[in-house]
């Protein structure tokens, strides 16, 4: 049962990110803009802070600054391990984003294709977790196959994972939420059927890492991508690469570069401070578990994270539920993604529309007069917005995160209502 502490507070929560305080001639920000990037803890900006300032040299010297940064960078890979729920700190990857990590990677993995050989991508990713696999595909000479999602329902096409995975199939790579849709896909289900057949599995979870605590032993991949800045951390990618894999793939680096993890597959010199603001991302939800969630200062990182994010989930669904509720009385919204209500545990807050016959950029300006933020666009989501017809119009995104309020939906739902007098 929740003790008086343990209610959800708003102001505290918000209280937590200085970037919510802006006001433009006098006009508060409403951030509802998540799904491209999420405003930063303040936890985070007194590591980046720390990091600059403490220790602000490569690692590898015999001087204080540098062995402090040593020290630092292995804490930012055990605190990345946790997070993930990765087995070790030799499974984590820091890098600039999840797209150059999945360029580097690619180039690694394609080395052990051979003609003829098959490769399955998904309709419902981003284009960074298809892009870089089409490429090496073309190169290697490699069959591509597509994992369809329904367009009624917003789901992948499991039935036909049978017919798509075989023998020859060597990666398999598929979402966990969809940055357009919003949808939570059954990824461990995916890899499973991968794995029967002993391709690579990567999941790409950069949409759901800010919404639910990541368990990749639970879904059981070998690669899985997320990008801080989705979650309340600085621009940086943070990747879980499964130890027997990162052991046997030939890296790409510099030859006096170190050949075990957490250097063997790092591209190049990292941004330290980056790292460090990562860790003080993961600080806060587990901050949350303790203020939030019931945990104890005391109990393990990922007891309070999990704690944090239980509490994170529960506003995000009355969010969730509110706006839904709210959209149902607007029936010219056109809303690409799963719409009612109760099933919003099957979906992150992550809305896509197209707002009556209205552009989607108009929409965008309209709320930005306002000062409401809201994307247009089809958001690199390049098969989805094919799939859907929407790739030359775009539609309309609005995305929630745990600091967003009741309110701020109300008031999002008011300015749909002036666009759309008549519903
Ligand atoms: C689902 C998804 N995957 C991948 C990416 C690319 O991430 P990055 O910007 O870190 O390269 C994004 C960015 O929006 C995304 O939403």
């Known amino acids: 049962m929740a003790t008086r502490e343990n209610v959800w507070d708003e102001v505290e929560v918000r209280g937590a990110f200085p970037a919510l305080a802006q006001r433009d001639h006098g006009v508060v920000r409403l951030y509802a803009d998540a799904p491209g990037g999420t405003q930063v803890a303040g936890r985070v900006l ?152 002993g391709a690579v599995t990567v999941v790409d979870a950069v949409q759901s890492s800010p919404h639910f605590l990541m368990d990749v032993e639970a879904i059981g991949c070998d690669i899985l991508w997320t990008s801080p800045y989705k979650y309340f951390g600085p621009h940086a990618g943070l990747a879980f690469i499964r130890r027997e894999l990162a052991d046997r793939l030939t890296p790409l680096k510099v030859r006096p570069c170190a050949n075990t993890m957490p250097y063997k597959h790092s591209p190049g010199t990292p941004s330290f401070e980056a790292q460090l603001g990562t860790v003080g991302a993961i600080e806060h939800m587990a901050w949350l578990g303790e203020r939030f969630g019931g945990a104890l200062a005391q109990d393990s990182l990922r007891q309070r994270l999990a704690c944090g994010y239980t509490a994170a989930i529960a506003h995000e669904t009355a969010l969730s539920v509110r706006f839904l509720t709210a959209l149902a009385a607007l029936p010219s919204i056109k809303l690409f993604g799963i719409s009612d209500p109760l099933a919003v545990a099957g979906r992150v807050p992550t809305f896509s529309m197209q707002v009556g016959g209205l552009a989607a950029v108009e929409v965008a300006q309209h709320f930005a007069a306002h000062n409401i933020f809201v994307w247009s666009g089809s958001f690199y989501a390049y098969e989805i917005a094919g799939v859907l017809g929407v790739r030359e119009t775009g539609v309309v995104r609005i995305g929630f995160a745990h600091y967003n309020t009741l309110g701020e939906v109300d008031a999002i739902i008011a300015i749909l209502h002036q666009l759309l007098p008549n519903g």
């Open 46 to 197: 007194e590591r980046m802070r720390e990091s600059l300032i403490e220790h602000c040299a490569n690692d590898g010297g015999q001087f204080r600054t540098s062995q402090l940064t040593d020290e630092k960078l292995q804490h930012a890979h055990a605190v990345g391990a946790t997070f993930l729920g990765a087995k070790s700190s030799h499974e984590v990857v820091y890098g600039l984003n999840t797209t150059t990590l999945a360029f580097h990677f690619s180039r690694m993995l394609a080395r052990e294709w051979q003609a003829g050989d098959e490769i399955l991508v998904s309709r419902m990713d981003h284009d960074a977790n298809v892009a870089p696999w089409l490429i090496a595909a073309e190169e290697r000479g490699v069959t591509v196959r597509w994992l369809d999602f329904d367009s009624q329902t917003y789901q992948y096409r499991y039935d036909t994972l049978s017919s798509l995975i075989t023998p020859r199939t060597r990666l398999v790579s598929c979402n966990h939420a969809s940055n357009f849709l919003g949808t939570i896909n059954d990824v461990a289900r995916i890899v499973a059927a991968a794995k029967a057949v």
